[in-house]
């Protein structure tokens, strides 16, 4: 196996063995493009281009395939460029476990927490002037729950690798709460005591709606990780 060799100056690897892209000026640009390219492909944002989309069309179908589309595009891209800032980088120095900046997790939970009131707004507001189309509201609040499931673990996964990243957890717990608050809300308003077994059924719809949507979002994430270390590992 070739040596690798540093093509740009990094910081001293006795003071600072393990080095981050933000650490490095040339890979800070790919690495927030693939920041920004990630809330695009973020389940709230995702959820607010459904609302939207689903207002404007009144049609089924155009409010989950398209962001479904937009979403996988993004995360691809997200990846694609993620790569390009830890190419700047030798594997051996590469520090994957250390999490983005703590002002970027905390702007990350304020973008989702802002998506996810915007799609609350619309819905409360669509649904006091327009009659929703059967079983819509169901779906919505099904989805919203499998976001704050997803939130949930994210947490837990965030508390059980990195429990001293208290910006970290804060921004979690912020993401969650937020959640929280917009299905609750959503809930009460749009169904209140309506709920019966076929409403609970397209709710729980929802909900695995989201969460395969995410499943397949970390599934692209994992694989773009394992290629690109499979590439540096054959350089």
Do not use: C
């Not at 694989?223 to 690109?228: M, N």
Request: net charge neutral; hydrophobic share 55%.
């Amino acid at each position: 196996m070739k040596e690798i060799k540093e093509v740009i100056d990094l910081p001293s690897a006795q003071t600072n063995p393990l080095v981050h892209p933000l650490d490095v000026p040339p890979a800070r640009r790919p690495y927030l493009a693939a920041w920004w390219l990630r809330r695009l492909a973020s389940l709230p944002v995702a959820f607010l281009a459904g609302v939207a989309l689903w207002v404007i069309s009144t049609h089924v179908v155009t409010p989950i395939v398209v962001p479904i589309v937009v979403l996988t595009l993004a995360a691809l891209a997200a990846e694609y460029y993620a790569g390009q800032a830890w190419d700047y980088i030798p594997r051996k120095r590469q520090d994957r476990g250390r999490g983005a900046a703590a002002l970027l997790q905390l702007a990350a939970s304020f973008i989702d927490a802002i998506a996810l009131v915007a799609s609350l707004l619309i819905l409360i507001g669509w649904v006091s002037t327009h009659s929703f189309s059967e079983n819509v509201e169901e779906f919505a609040v099904g989805a919203g729950a499998g976001i704050a499931l997803l939130q949930l673990a994210q947490l837990i996964a965030t508390l059980l690798r990195r429990p001293r990243e208290w910006m970290g957890i804060a921004s979690r717990l912020l993401a969650l709460v937020a959640v929280v608050v917009a299905v609750l809300v959503a809930s009460a308003t749009l169904i209140a005591d309506q709920w019966s077994r076929e409403s609970i059924e397209l709710a729980l719809m929802g909900g695995a709606t989201m969460i395969v949507i995410q499943l397949s979002w970390w599934l692209i994430q994992l694989i773009g990780s394992r290629r690109s270390r499979h590439e540096e590992v054959e350089q």
